[in-house]
Nanobody, 122 residues
Framework: QVQLVESGGGLVQAGGSLRLSCAASGRTFSSYAMGWFRQAPGKERRFVAVISWSGASTTYADSVKGRFTISRDNAKNTVYLQMNSLKPEDTAVYYC???????????????WGQGTQVTVSS
């Protein structure tokens, strides 16, 4: 069982930066691939980024490639999402998720956080 708690969301102007954190409970954090997803109002939840259990592999959605960076610290049971050059279309609730398999599909992830709101003003 893994419990996930996101933090770091907020209101930022376009072009600004935020760093999201996701703290995980449980001793098996390092066994899981960790993903970030986001959901804008009235839209489905969409993949943002994923990092493998070791941190050696990462994959990004095309919409955030070059602007967002996912990383993890297994000693701290935490995964991060550094978001730079933010755009109004990045506004959404951001969720972290843990899964046993690496990938971008929503169905691969078994555990989800409660989400943190990111709002980017123009």
């Amino acid at each position: 069982q893994v419990q996930l708690v996101e933090s770091g969301g907020g209101l930022v102007q376009a072009g600004g930066s935020l760093r999201l954190s996701c703290a995980a409970s449980g001793r098996t954090f390092s066994s899981y691939a960790m993903g970030w997803f986001r959901q804008a109002p009235g839209k489905e939840r969409r993949f943002v980024a994923v990092i493998s259990w070791s941190g050696a592999s990462t994959t990004y959605a095309d919409s955030v490639k070059g602007r967002f960076t996912i990383s993890r610290d297994n000693a701290k049971n935490t995964v991060y999402l550094q978001m730079n050059s933010l755009k109004p279309e990045d506004t959404a609730v951001y969720y972290c998720a843990a899964g046993m398999k690496y990938g971008s599909s929503y169905s691969l992830y078994h555990y989800w956080g409660q989400g943190t709101q990111v709002t980017v003003s123009s």
